[in-house]
């Protein structure tokens, strides 16, 4: 009864405590985490909440558990719900203002936790800047795949154009390159240029998807899936083949714009822009072209033009994903845009739930934390995942998070 | 000049005649009925009016305009609405989702509000969804706006199916049975729906029905098909009377 009305006070508390219980649970690490380490009897600081130490080494799975209790669990859940009282005072305050106010204060408190995070270690940020561009892939994919229902394959073929376009616009115009030679404008122009260089990379992208959606968007069927596979293949044996960009061997020297400020920045722009165009209506004849292309059709609906619009729109910012995805890790080859990254989107768009923005946001980042976690199973990793995605279809076909739209006021009101 | 003319228009599947020479004159604000038997061509007939399929030969004008051949998005939003005898519903939308869909040929804010969420935008969508609520109320299932439409029974859906289409504001409205599948208390309430309709925004009607009864009480003017062809147009007390159409329905006597 009474542990009942514990887990029940849980729910009272909006975001806005949740992510100050998160913030001061990151702050805690910052101060503790050191000497913590010291008397658990572990190495180091357990990057990914302790799931890498416990299948390396079983023996300190009480340390790492309980230093996951200790330093997350018990301070964000007690923080949490002390603060639940004023935190809902606060948000119902701050939905007086414009909802964009309420929205930058908690994607500030969010952002700062994330900083704090990633400042742990190098391969906490490496991480954590691929996972908000998985979502970032994931949420575009899901356009077409999930809100429009038809099946593409070519992502990784967007992502590569983006991250080549993009690519070439900083070496050329920042880098002394040996392909490219001498810079043409000096560094301090770089993080000006950078979103141009990224917009770019979108926009030759959906430059690409055009060449895909004129011929397959005339009739409905598996034209695309067929198409769109083709076209990442031949997406793939071009770059190969252009010794400008340095073929086979890739593109390397980036310079480093993609730090985590601007890497959160275009994720959350993705998020609200996809999220704005699938509640419009025009984004819901997508929905329609999906269920009944006939019926949306015979009411008003331009159907190919709706189809054209997503799939371009997907294409972009996969473009966008792509760039920022060769500037954090500096170099780029074809080879990775190829079949198993089109597996990994397929997975976590599948996975995380189709027609939603949560589900997108869910798949992206539990398979790539996933990923990451279970990298010490080496090959059965590959059987866990798998086995996992086939159970989540089996109990729940169309994703974990399917058919939930994201209502922004939702999530930020007070829940008392 | 009539609202919608068809004109010596035939349509053929492969080598089948499905509809033969077949002309049509609606004057703004009737109500016209098209009865006839099963595999008759009655609703080939709406899916060449509303362009699902090109006319192999003759035209179609509405309001003046040759509309033959036209895509279907085009014709629709020229003003010809319609309902879909098998219920064509958008299965994960909501009611008040569908009706604000059918007015997509009238948005304004294009792309840019679509992607940044304007204050145009806003305002439009606020409008379109008082619009949508109205026309719910008028259909009668305003309670039911928020409901996945695959949750709400059957004759919920025909109206839902209603309201999209009158959402479009057409000029001629096209309903493909509007009351199959119903008991006998939802057809006298979506009798009285198109009454209501009718008589509230005054558009021209043209309906294909199967009972006899709904379009002799609801319709002015009333063509029989029978295997692609016109064989009896007139008033309800002629089309009644009419041994061709008894013959179309009942079957010939036998003379053995």
């Not at chain 1, 899901?142 to 229902?149: D, H, L, S």
């Not at chain 1, 880098?175 to 993080?191: M, Q, W």
């Not at chain 1, 086979?248 to 994720?267: C, E, H, K």
Request: aromatic fraction near 10%; hydrophobic fraction near 50%; glycine fraction near 8%.
């Amino acid at each position: 009864m009474l542990s009942r009305r514990i887990w029940d006070s849980f729910f009272r508390v909006p975001l806005l405590g949740w992510l100050i219980g998160i913030l001061i649970a990151v702050m805690l690490e910052h101060l503790l985490g050191d000497s913590l380490v010291d008397v658990l009897g572990l190495s180091k600081i357990p990057a990914l909440f302790g799931f890498v130490i416990i299948l390396k080494n079983p023996i300190l799975m009480p340390g790492a558990t309980l230093y996951v209790l200790l330093i997350y669990i018990i301070p964000v859940s007690a923080v949490a719900r002390i603060s639940s009282w004023p935190a809902n005072k606060l948000a119902a305050r701050l939905l007086d203002f414009p909802i964009w106010f309420s929205v930058v204060i908690h994607l500030g408190l969010f952002y700062a936790a994330l900083h704090m995070w990633s400042e742990i270690s190098a391969y906490r940020l490496l991480t954590l800047k691929l996972t908000l561009i998985a979502i970032m892939v994931t949420l575009s994919l899901n356009v077409v795949n999930g809100y429009m229902g038809e099946f593409s394959c070519s992502h990784p073929g967007f992502m590569a154009l983006g991250a080549y376009a993009a690519s070439v616009v900083t070496v050329v115009l920042f880098v002394n390159d040996r392909l490219f030679g001498p810079a043409l404008l000096a560094p301090a122009f770089g993080p000006f240029i950078f979103p141009v260089a990224l917009v770019t990379g979108g926009m030759v992208a959906a430059l690409g998807a055009l060449a895909i959606a004129i011929p397959s968007f005339r009739t409905r069927g598996d034209y695309l899936a067929i198409i769109s596979l083709a076209f990442m293949f031949i997406i793939k044996s071009m770059i190969e083949n252009l010794e400008v960009v340095g073929g086979p061997r890739g593109l390397s020297s980036q310079p480093d714009y993609a730090n985590l400020p601007i890497v959160f920045f275009w994720t959350i722009a993705c998020i609200w822009m996809t999220n704005n165009f699938v509640r419009s209506i025009l984004g819901k004849a997508l929905n329609a072209v999906r269920d009944d292309e006939m019926a949306a059709n015979a009411m008003t609906v331009n159907t190919r033009r709706t189809k054209i619009i997503a799939f371009l729109f997907a294409a972009f910012w996969a473009g966008v994903a792509g760039g920022l995805f060769a500037h954090v890790l500096r170099y780029v080859n074809p080879a990775t845009f190829g079949l198993q990254k089109l597996a990994e989107v397929l997975a976590m768009v599948y996975f995380g739930g189709l027609n939603s923005v949560y589900g997108s946001i869910v798949g992206a980042v539990s398979l790539s934390l996933l990923g990451e976690a279970l990298r010490p199973l080496e090959i059965f990793k590959w059987i866990i995942i798998p086995l996992l995605l086939i159970l989540v279809m089996i109990y729940r076909p169309t994703g974990l998070v399917a058919f939930k739209e994201l209502n922004v006021r939702n999530l930020v009101k007070p829940k008392q | 000049m009539p609202l919608l003319q068809v004109e010596k228009m035939s349509h053929e599947f492969g080598g089948l005649r499905a509809v033969n020479s077949y002309n049509l004159e609606i004057e703004a604000g009737q109500i016209r009925g098209l009865i006839g038997p099963n595999g008759a061509g009655k609703t080939t007939i709406f899916n060449l009016i509303t362009g699902i399929y090109k006319p192999t030969e003759g035209d179609i004008i509405l309001d003046g305009k040759k509309i033959t051949g036209l895509q279907p998005h085009r014709i629709a939003a020229f003003g010809i609405g319609r309902t879909f005898q098998n219920l064509q519903l958008w299965r994960h939308m909501t009611v008040v989702e569908h009706v604000k869909l059918a007015r997509y040929s009238r948005v304004g804010y294009g792309l840019i509000g679509a992607f940044f969420g304007t204050m145009k935008r806003q305002k439009q969508e606020a409008d379109i969804e008082e619009m949508a609520h109205n026309l719910l109320k008028m259909v009668g299932i305003d309670h039911l706006s928020d409901q996945v439409v695959t949750n709400l029974p059957y004759g919920d859906q025909r109206r839902v199916e209603m309201a999209r289409a009158l959402s479009m504001e057409p000029k001629i409205l096209l309903l493909d049975e509007p009351t199959a599948g119903m008991n006998p208390e939802e057809l006298i309430q979506m009798m009285e729906i198109i009454r209501r309709v009718h008589k509230e925004l005054g558009m021209a009607i043209f309906l294909i029905e199967h009972r006899l009864k709904v379009v002799m009480d609801l319709c002015q003017m009333i063509q029989t098909l029978n295997f692609g062809h016109v064989i009896a147009e007139g008033t309800p007390e002629e089309i009644q009377n009419n041994p061709k159409v008894i013959d179309a329905y009942l079957g010939r006597e036998s003379l053995v």
